[in-house]
């Protein structure tokens, strides 16, 4: 089942949510954005990534006003995301997780804000977990310090420079990048930076967009007042080790990209000598622990997967289906 019908001209915004195999969560990220207490004229795209589970019967007799592009197989993030806003001619562009739920006044409060800053091109929001507890919701771009030291350190010695969810925003904040489980995108600037990078699978994708919009002169802001419930990482839950590789896979084309040799070579080399630490050190758990404890046995299987992938060469038919 795909829809075909073109996007409409005559919207604000477009919505597009990418899914896979997280039916629940799509429909309340969809409805989270109907009941939306705005005046905005919306469009929702959702294009789902080939599920198995029962999305296509959700998206046909639920949503049938919602555009849905059904895909044969994973395309990846990046570009299941520039399949959904293709062709649009709104004034802004979200791109919202299917994990996440907008708050009623989300889409007002952040169009609002955006129409008053001309200058800003990508804004986020304030991530929230369930029970309504923050969630990091900005990103620094990958430095050697933030791939191989402690991130939470990071945070904690130097707010400024690295702000997380220790951090109470009470104003706007100018920042380097948001998460993209709520990215509001401007337009001009998506068509200036022809969308996101393919090359990104799944994560960083949106860090990459915002440092091209950055290098651009645009700016990305971190908006607290908008808020946004998450419920973090359910579709890479699934498969825990196939979405580490990943994540591993886009730290090594971020540095590819906008980093020197030397940089890279230093990255792969403290990511591998702390990979295989924490290898050795799991394994070591497991087996004083008997196995017992389910928590060290998945993140040992975790980290072998890592170690494997590494050693086969970092294989593309390694990580998430495709």
């Not at 604000?12 to 207490?37: E, G, Y």
């Not at 520039?82 to 994990?99: I, K, P, V, W, Y």
């Not at 994560?203 to 915002?210: M, R």
């Not at 928590?295 to 289906?321: D, I, N, S």
Request: with cysteine; hydrophobic share 40%; glycine share 6%.
């Amino acid at each position: 089942m795909s829809s075909t019908a073109q996007p409409a001209s005559d919207v604000d915004i477009l919505v597009v949510i990418v899914t896979r195999n997280t039916c629940d969560q799509t429909a309340q990220a969809i409805n989270s954005v109907f009941q939306s207490k705005d005046s905005l004229a919306k469009e929702v795209v959702v294009v789902d990534n080939g599920s198995t589970d029962g999305t296509p019967d959700l998206m046909r007799t639920k949503f049938p006003n919602v555009r849905y592009l059904r895909q044969e197989r994973n395309l990846g993030f990046a570009a299941a995301n520039n399949l959904g806003a293709r062709g649009t001619g709104c004034e802004f562009l979200l791109f919202q997780n299917s994990d996440a739920r907008l708050q009623p006044g989300a889409l007002a409060e952040a169009v609002a804000w955006m129409r008053a800053h001309p200058d800003c091109g990508i804004a986020g929001a304030q991530l929230l977990n369930p029970d309504g507890s923050r969630q990091n919701s900005i990103a620094n771009f990958p430095t050697l310090a933030t791939e191989l030291l402690n991130k939470s350190l990071l945070r904690w010695l130097f707010p400024k420079r690295y702000p997380g969810k220790e951090r109470r925003f009470t104003e706007p904040a100018e920042v380097e990048s948001v998460i993209g489980a709520f990215m509001l995108v401007r337009q001009t600037v998506w068509k200036a930076l022809d969308g996101f990078d393919e090359r990104y699978f799944f994560f960083l994708e949106e860090t990459d967009f915002c440092w091209g919009a950055r290098h651009q002169g645009w700016k990305v802001y971190h908006l607290p007042q908008v808020q946004v419930w998450h419920e973090q990482g359910k579709s890479a839950k699934q498969i825990p080790a196939a979405a580490r590789i990943e994540y591993w896979r886009s730290r090594y084309i971020y540095f590819r990209k906008h980093h020197s040799r030397l940089a890279q070579a230093l990255l792969a080399a403290g990511l591998g000598l702390r990979l295989l630490v924490n290898w050795l050190s799991s394994l070591l758990v497991v087996l004083l622990s008997l196995g017992v404890k389910p928590a060290w046995r998945e993140k040992h299987r975790v980290q072998t997967a890592l170690l494997k992938w590494h050693l086969r060469g970092c294989p593309v038919e390694m990580g998430l289906p495709r």
